[in-house]
Nanobody, 124 residues
Framework: QVQLEESGGGLVQAGGSLRLSCAAS????????MGWFRQAPGKEREFVAA????????LYADSVTGRFTVSRDNTKTTLYLQMNSLKPEDTAVYYC?????????????????WGQGTQVTVSS
């Protein structure tokens, strides 16, 4: 069983930065694409960013393009999300996930392994 654990969440003021990490353990495969999703209270889980197995290609939601950067370190089996210029609307529980496929996708249904989430709160 693949296990994903997010960390790095916390409270930050608007305009600030935060870096999230997702450590993978168990029978994980570096050849699969991985992504970040977020969910705010009362809202559906939404796609944030995804990255290819080799880190060469990335995909971002329009709401975070230019502010967030996704990366991965396969030697450490760790996924990262650098968040800059944070806005109150970015407040949510952030989840990392591993895709069922090697290709990038925004569809949450294509991800079969999920972390427990880490809370990110951006104050006004």
């Amino acid at each position: 069983q693949v296990q994903l654990e997010e960390s790095g969440g916390g409270l930050v003021q608007a305009g600030g930065s935060l870096r999230l990490s997702c450590a993978a353990s168990g029978r994980t495969f570096s050849s699969y694409a991985m992504g970040w999703f977020r969910q705010a209270p009362g809202k559906e889980r939404e796609f944030v960013a995804a990255i290819m197995w080799d880190g060469g290609s990335t995909l971002y939601a329009d709401s975070v393009t230019g502010r967030f950067t996704v990366s991965r370190d396969n030697t450490k089996t760790t996924l990262y999300l650098q968040m800059n210029s944070l806005k109150p609307e970015d407040t949510a529980v952030y989840y990392c996930a591993q895709s069922r496929m090697v290709l990038l996708t925004r569809d949450a249904s294509r991800y079969n392994y999920w972390g427990q989430g880490t809370q990110v709160t951006v104050s006004s």
